[in-house]
């Protein structure tokens, strides 16, 4: 991601669209030993481009046109590997500086990765700026000055910025002394709250599991969030959902204004017409293998797909 980046940015022309509508998006994975990747897209919306009048610039640059989440940019993807937490901590750290130095509104703040004598491993995300998207907006109307402030909050619609991190199953596997508790949920909420934000999701392994530390275990975790949240937002539910009866009844508990669903979804690609239509009684909770190829999965989420033998294999 380093090499990538650090590509990107050195051409001069994108200097000013740095400062607006972007996707940024990184997943990254990490080993048990501190390893692992990052999996990167970098880019700039089609309507900025469009404003700026730079298309034919993107594709003199090596810029190429791709889809994310329903919007289109032209950028660049990557991978890139790392040994350590010291060369994961470089690869982040030289993008936000490369970043910092061509518009300090666009910077993505730093990531830290560390690893505990015991093995363990503790990743710090911050970002000194309250409000970025607002840091943002301001550098674009300095760019273009005869756009209306409504022109620019629908060029900002395509901004996506989106760090994802995923860790070892056996990391997140925390003994009865250690891990986060709903008291540090708790507080997490409170603050999150205060934002702006439209929603707030949580997935459980199970929908219905109640507090273990830190609050009143008599009660469930989601309905501890929701009493929280006070109505300051939108709280969606997720964990072992697969039917419309099992979504009636997490509706129903009060403690959710909307309930979600993964694997049902990889097991049954007609999931809302299933529900729509109350047939329950056909929509699948583990692998069919005489419909394996109706699942149109890619290969990395077959592990995530429920089989009554475990995990489910390639087909």
């Not at 404003?51 to 994310?68: D, H, I, K, P, V």
């Not at 620019?152 to 009865?176: C, G, H, K, S």
Request: glycine residues 6%; proline residues 3%.
């Amino acid at each position: 991601m380093k090499k990538f980046f650090a590509a990107a940015l050195v051409v001069s022309m994108l200097t000013v669209l740095l400062s607006g509508c972007m996707c940024q998006v990184a997943d990254t994975t990490f080993q048990f030993d501190g390893s692992g990747t990052v999996e990167a897209k970098f880019g700039f919306s089609e309507e900025m481009v469009n404003a700026m009048n730079m298309r034919a610039e993107m594709t003199q640059n090596g810029f190429s046109f791709f889809r994310y989440d329903g919007h289109g940019y032209y950028g660049d993807q990557a991978s890139e590997s790392f040994a350590n937490a010291d060369e994961f901590n470089a690869i982040f750290a030289e993008v936000s500086a490369e970043t910092a130095e061509v518009s300090k509104a666009a910077t993505p703040g730093t990531v830290t990765l560390s690893v505990a004598s015991d093995g363990g491993l503790t990743l710090t995300v911050q970002n000194t700026q309250t409000d970025r998207r607002s840091a943002i907006k301001t550098e674009l109307a300095k760019q273009l000055p005869d756009y209306s402030d409504a022109q620019i909050n629908a060029l900002l619609e395509d901004m996506v910025m989106t760090y994802r991190f995923a860790f070892p199953a056996a990391l997140v596997d925390y003994n009865a002394a250690a891990g986060i508790t709903m008291k540090e949920t708790l507080a997490l909420v409170q603050e999150l709250i205060k934002r702006d934000i439209q929603y707030i999701h949580v997935s459980e392994k199970e929908f219905f599991q109640n507090a273990r530390r830190g609050a009143d275990e008599t009660r469930s975790r989601l309905d501890l969030i929701h009493e929280a949240i006070a109505g300051k937002t939108a709280l969606i539910g997720l964990g072992n959902l697969f039917t419309g009866d099992d979504f009636d009844k997490v509706i129903g508990t009060g403690w959710v204004e909307l309930a979600a669903t993964g694997r049902s979804v990889m097991l049954n690609p007609d999931l809302a017409r299933l529900v729509r239509e109350g047939r329950d009684d056909l929509i699948d909770r583990f692998r069919d293998e005489s419909k394996n190829d109706s699942y149109h999965l890619p290969k990395v989420l077959w592990p995530c797909v429920p089989d009554k033998d475990g995990p489910a294999k390639l087909p």
